[in-house]
C-alpha cells in the first residue's frame, strides 16, 4: 500500500525506510538538505515533522510555528540542494496535534546534490532508512538514469565484437529461440555497436561470452552458492562458485539449491503426491530476477545463494528499482534495470519482460502456508527469504522428544500417554486435526472443512478443547479466544507428539 493512501495513524506504525521518515522537530539545514536530495535521486520519500521516532509518537508542533517552519523547509531545500527540488509541503492535523509534511518525488534531473559539496562530495542516497554519500560508481549509474540508459548498453573498446568467444552463447541463444545469432541479430538486440566502422560489444555481449576479456573486466559478475550446516553461516557442507557466462548462471543456481533441498510425499485430497518441501517455481523465478536484474554498476559484489536448514535466502546486487514495489507482488511490474540483457533472456524465454514473475512467485507461496516470503533491501543489496514457518532444529527436537517423552512417563501424564496408545492402534480426531494444522494454522471452520465436515461438531469442539489442555496446539492471538482472525497452530509439543506416532 502507498503511503498517501493511508491515515496518519497507519503512516506513524511504519517503520522508517527507503521512503519514510520521521522527526520529532525540524532537522538542522545539513540532515534535512541530505534527506530531501537521497529521496529525489531514489524512489521519492515523506518526510513527517512532529512526530518522534522512539518511542513511535504524535508530539505535534505549535500551531502558531508552522507557517515559519513551512518557510525554513523551503528556504533549506532552495539554498542547499541542486538541481531545483520542488516538495509538496501540507499541514496535518490528529487528535489535535499538528504535523508538517514533505513530500519528495521521484527525480528527473538526477544527480541531485548539496550546492555546498558539489556533485562528488554532495550526493546523497537513500539507503534503508538513512542517507549514504554516494560514490563515482553510484553517481555515474545516476547519471544513466537522467539519459534513460543502462549500464549493460555502454560499449567495451578493448577489443572488436568479431573477436570476441560467443560461441557458446550463440549455441545456448539458438537452442532456446530457434534462430541464429548472427551479426544483423547481434545489432536488433543491441550488443554491438559501430564506431568508426568497427563494430564493438557492448557491456551485455561482454557478460554472455567466454571470454577472457569478461574474466578480466568482470569477475565479480558471478553467483556464490553455499549449503550451510544448521542455520548459521559458520560451517559449509557444500559451496559451488558459479563463474560461468550470464546466460547460464541462473540453471546452475537453481540445480544447487535442488540438491540441497528435499523432496517427499504429501496428500492431496485422497492422492498422494511428491512435492517440494519449498516452492521451486518461485525460488527459481527469484534467482532468475537476481541475474537479470542485478546492479551491474556495482563492482566487487555478487550473488549469493545460502540454503540453511530453515531457509532458502537469495542476495543480489543493488537496491529495487524505484517502480517495483514487492509488497504489491499480485499486481505486474516490470521495470528492467538492464535494457539490453533483459530483452535477450525474455527472447530465451528464461524471464517474463512484461512483469509476470512477481505474481508467479506469489501465487506458488499460496500452495505453501508453511513457508514465510520475506524480503528486505539490506546495505545496497536487495536479499529474498524462503523461511520455513515450523522448523525445529535437530537439537531442538531431541530435547523435546526426551522432555515430552519423559513427561508421558510420569503420573500426571498418564492420560496424554493414553491418548499416545490410542493413536498408535486406532486413530481419531485427535491425531487428525494435528495432521490438518501441521503445515499451516487454521480457523476452526477450516479445520471443520479439511475434515470434510459442513460445520464445526461438537464432537471437534471437544476434541480442539482437549489438544489445548494438552498444550500441542495453541491460539495464534492469545488472549482473544473469539478474535475474528483467530486460528489454531500445532505447537513444538504437538510436533513431537506426531512424531512419536511416525517412529
Known amino acids: 500500500m502507498r503511503l498517501n493512501t493511508m491515515s496518519i495513524k497507519e503512516i506513524i506504525k511504519q517503520p522508517e525506510g527507503r521512503r519514510l521518515e520521521f522527526k520529532e522537530t525540524l532537522p538542522e539545514n545539513a540532515d534535512l538538505a541530505n534527506t530531501i536530495i537521497a529521496f529525489a535521486n531514489d524512489a521519492g520519500g515523506e518526510l513527517y515533522i512532529g512526530v518522534r521516532n522512539d518511542p513511535r509518537e504524535i508530539v505535534g508542533l505549535p500551531e502558531e510555528e508552522l507557517v515559519k517552519i513551512e518557510e525554513q523547509i523551503s528556504n533549506i531545500i532552495f539554498d542547499r540542494c541542486y538541481p531545483a527540488i520542488l516538495p509538496d509541503i501540507t499541514f496535518l492535523t490528529e487528535d489535535d496535534k499538528h504535523i508538517i509534511r514533505v513530500t519528495v ?23 534503508g532508512s538513512s542517507n549514504r554519500l554516494a560514490d563515482e560508481e553510484i553517481i555515474a549509474e545516476l547519471e544513466r538514469r537522467k539519459r534513460n540508459i543502462s549500464f549493460d548498453s555502454e560499449l567495451v573498446m578493448d577489443k572488436p565484437a568479431r573477436e570476441l568467444n560467443i560461441e557458446n552463447f550463440k549455441q545456448e541463444y539458438q537452442d532456446k529461440t530457434g534462430e541464429a545469432l548472427d551479426t544483423q541479430a547481434l545489432r536488433k538486440l543491441e550488443l554491438v555497436k559501430k564506431v568508426n566502422g568497427t563494430e564493438y560489444p557492448t557491456n551485455a555481449l561482454v557478460l554472455f561470452s567466454d571470454d577472457e576479456l569478461r574474466r578480466s573486466l568482470f569477475p565479480f559478475v558471478k553467483v556464490e552458492c553455499a549449503r550451510f550446516k544448521g542455520v548459521t553461516s559458520e560451517e559449509f557442507i557444500d559451496q559451488k562458485s558459479i563463474l560461468t557466462n550470464i546466460a547460464t548462471q541462473a540453471e546452475e543456481a537453481y540445480n544447487f539449491v535442488l540438491r540441497h533441498i528435499n523432496k517427499g510425499a504429501v496428500v492431496e485430497g485422497i492422492y498422494t503426491v511428491s512435492r517440494w518441501e519449498y516452492p521451486v517455481k518461485a525460488i ?137 496408545q490410542q493413536e498408535l492402534y486406532n486413530p481419531t480426531l485427535y491425531s487428525e486435526v494435528l495432521f490438518k494444522i501441521v503445515d499451516a494454522p487454521l480457523s476452526r471452520k477450516e479445520i471443520s472443512e479439511a475434515l470434510g465436515q459442513k460445520q464445526v461438531s461438537g464432537q471437534l469442539y471437544k476434541i480442539l478443547a482437549k489438544l489445548t489442555k494438552d498444550k500441542l496446539i495453541e491460539n495464534t492471538i492469545p488472549g482473544n479466544k473469539n478474535h475474528p482472525k483467530q486460528k489454531l497452530r500445532i505447537t513444538k509439543r504437538g510436533i513431537i507428539f506426531l512424531e512419536l506416532l511416525k517412529k
Open 284 to 420: 527459481r523465478e527469484t534467482i532468475r530476477n537476481a541475474v537479470v536484474h542485478r546492479d551491474l554498476s556495482l563492482s566487487g559484489k555478487d550473488i549469493k545463494v545460502a540454503i540453511y536448514d530453515d531457509m532458502v535466502e537469495i542476495t543480489s546486487p543493488g537496491l529495487l528499482p524505484p517502480s517495483i514495489d514487492y509488497a504489491a507482488m499480485e499486481s505486474r511490474q516490470s521495470d528492467a534495470r538492464n535494457k539490453v540483457i533483459a530483452p535477450v533472456f525474455k527472447r530465451m524465454g528464461i524471464i517474463d519482460q512484461w512483469g509476470n514473475g512477481l505474481k508467479l512467485i506469489a501465487d506458488e507461496l499460496k500452495e505453501y502456508p508453511q513457508i514465510e516470503f520475506r524480503w528486505k533491501e539490506t546495505g545496497l543489496s536487495f536479499q529474498v527469504q524462503f523461511v520455513k514457518l515450523n522448523y525445529i532444529s535437530e537439537q531442538e527436537q531431541q530435547e523435546l522428544g526426551q522432555e515430552l517423552q519423559g513427561e508421558l512417563q510420569q503420573e500426571l501424564q498418564q492420560e496424554l500417554q493414553q491418548e499416545l
Open 105 to 127: 518525488y521521484r527525480g528527473s534531473a538526477l544527480p541531485y546534490y548539496r550546492k555546498d559539496k558539489g556533485k562528488l562530495k554532495g550526493t546523497y542516497i537513500r539507503v
